[in-house]
């Protein structure tokens, strides 16, 4: 797209791409899969989406808009449901009034997991928590002129992830107990950025997507994964849902695939695993 009168924010005749929530995993994964875009990576301190962009914001004329801030405390979530939607809803909607081309990002968590077979774009979303309800407004929020980008199990060399828990209780303890009945797909954020940026130069249609990492597992058999591939001599114990007693009910089965034609393919989850701990120096 070209702009005769640059604004402010565009340094030079690039694309011109926003990221809000920069300093999350995604977030920061996007600005690697997109360096050689001209970036403006704003954190919750630099922009909180909760309130509209300001006017430097809403003339910044963006090429592209990367929507990675949320609340992503779903247990949090039910205990105060409005402010997750405050930030979840009002906060894509503040980026969708940016009006340009949109990637949103929403959640496995947006169905009931009844299924037990991969879900696909088409399939009716049942969110069972406060957080999958946000984040299902959230997808209409952005509109129907935005990627929306379903994925799940995010984990990354920085933030709050189960993979950073789990290297930091496998140092420390000889047993773990993870829960073993709920089956999904973890997902290494720097393969979804790199799908993320296929999907958005390819130009494909606007919609919803699901991307995931390839394969699929529970959580006890993602932390013996990692404990495995990082070398620590941690045991783990198969626990249910129920014995963890966490607040926000989850889906048993949320394994994503995409149906589209197109739609870009993640390496299977244990190459995201090796890939994150990789970078991690390990
Ligand atoms: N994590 C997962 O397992 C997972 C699974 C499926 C989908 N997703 C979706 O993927 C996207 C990225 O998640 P993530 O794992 O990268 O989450 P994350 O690491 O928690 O990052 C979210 C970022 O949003 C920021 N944020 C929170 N409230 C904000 C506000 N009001 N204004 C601006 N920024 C705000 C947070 O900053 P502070 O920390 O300073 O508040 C944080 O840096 C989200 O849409 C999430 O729902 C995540």
């Given at each position: 797209m070209e702009h005769d009168h640059p604004h402010p924010l565009r340094a030079g005749r690039g694309r011109l791409v926003l990221i809000t929530g920069a300093r999350g995993q995604l977030g920061r994964a996007l600005q690697e899969a997109f360096a050689g875009d001209e970036l403006v990576a704003l954190g919750h301190e630099e922009w909180d989406v909760t309130y509209p962009p300001s006017d430097t914001l809403s003339q910044g004329a963006f090429d592209l808009v990367l929507h990675a801030?949320?609340?992503?405390?779903?247990d949090g979530a039910e205990s105060d449901p409005q402010r997750a939607s405050a930030v979840n809803v009002g906060g894509t909607?503040?980026?969708?009034?940016?009006?340009?081309?949109?990637?949103?990002?929403?959640?496995?968590?947006?169905?009931?997991g009844r299924k037990r077979e991969p879900y696909v774009e088409s399939d009716p979303p049942n969110p069972l928590s406060a957080y999958g309800r946000s984040k299902l407004l959230a997808e209409a929020a952005a509109g129907e002129d935005a990627w929306v980008v379903r994925t799940s199990w995010l984990f990354g060399p920085t933030g709050r992830n189960f993979l950073r828990t789990m290297l930091e209780l496998g140092a420390s303890r000889d047993e773990?107990?993870?829960?073993?009945?709920?089956?999904?797909?973890?997902t290494f954020v720097g393969h979804l950025a790199a799908a993320v940026r296929e999907l958005v130069d390819a130009a494909r249609p606007r919609g919803v997507w699901h991307?995931?990492?390839?394969?699929?597992?529970?959580?006890a058999d993602f932390a013996e994964a990692i404990f495995a591939e990082a070398g620590l001599a941690c045991r783990v114990r198969r626990i249910s849902t129920r014995e963890l007693a966490r607040p926000a009910p989850r889906p048993a089965y949320s394994v994503l695939r995409s149906e589209r034609a197109g739609a870009p393919v993640l390496p299977h989850w244990r190459e995201g695993l090796r890939a994150c701990l990789a970078e991690l120096g390990r």
């Open positions: 801030a949320a609340w992503t405390d779903v909607a503040n980026a969708a009034a940016l009006g340009a081309p949109l990637v949103a990002f929403s959640t496995d968590y947006v169905f009931d773990v107990a993870v829960v073993d009945d709920q089956r999904g797909c973890p991307l995931a990492a390839g394969g699929d597992c529970t959580w």
